[in-house]
Nanobody
Framework: QVQLVESGGGLVQAGGSLELSCEASGRTARSYAVGWFRQAPGKERRFVAGISASGSSTRYADSMEGRFTISRDNAKNTVLLQMNSLKPEDTAVYYC????????????????????WGQGTQVTVAS
């Protein structure tokens, strides 16, 4: 399995930006598709964005399309989530997750597909 550590969360004003980082260690990151999920208090964990193992394919939840950008640098074993135009409803704990795959261009969006999870990083957007 791969181990994941998120960083970059914090407090930001509405309309501001944050960049989250997910650093992987262990097995080669090139074999893993990565997803970002978030969980707000009292709510279920939801898909935010995903990227294929090759980095060639991405997907976003509808409410994040155009505001969030996911990218990866396999040489650095890092996946980034750039979040712009943040809203108070974006407040949540953000988790990155990795799904081992032999399909380098496949993006996964279902949490059950992911076998490795980070500890999460808190993002708070003040109104």
């Amino acid at each position: 399995q791969v181990q994941l550590v998120e960083s970059g969360g914090g407090l930001v004003q509405a309309g501001g930006s944050l960049e989250l980082s997910c650093e992987a260690s262990g097995r080669t990151a090139r074999s893993y598709a990565v997803g970002w999920f978030r969980q707000a208090p009292g709510k279920e964990r939801r898909f935010v964005a995903g990227i294929s193992a090759s980095g060639s394919s991405t997907r976003y939840a509808d409410s994040m399309e155009g505001r969030f950008t996911i990218s990866r640098d396999n040489a650095k074993n890092t996946v980034l989530l750039q979040m712009n135009s943040l809203k108070p409803e974006d407040t949540a704990v953000y988790y990155c997750a990795a799904a081992y795959t032999i399909y380098s261009d496949q993006v996964y969006i279902v949490s059950q597909r992911f076998g490795s999870w980070g500890q999460g990083t808190q993002v708070t957007v003040a109104s």
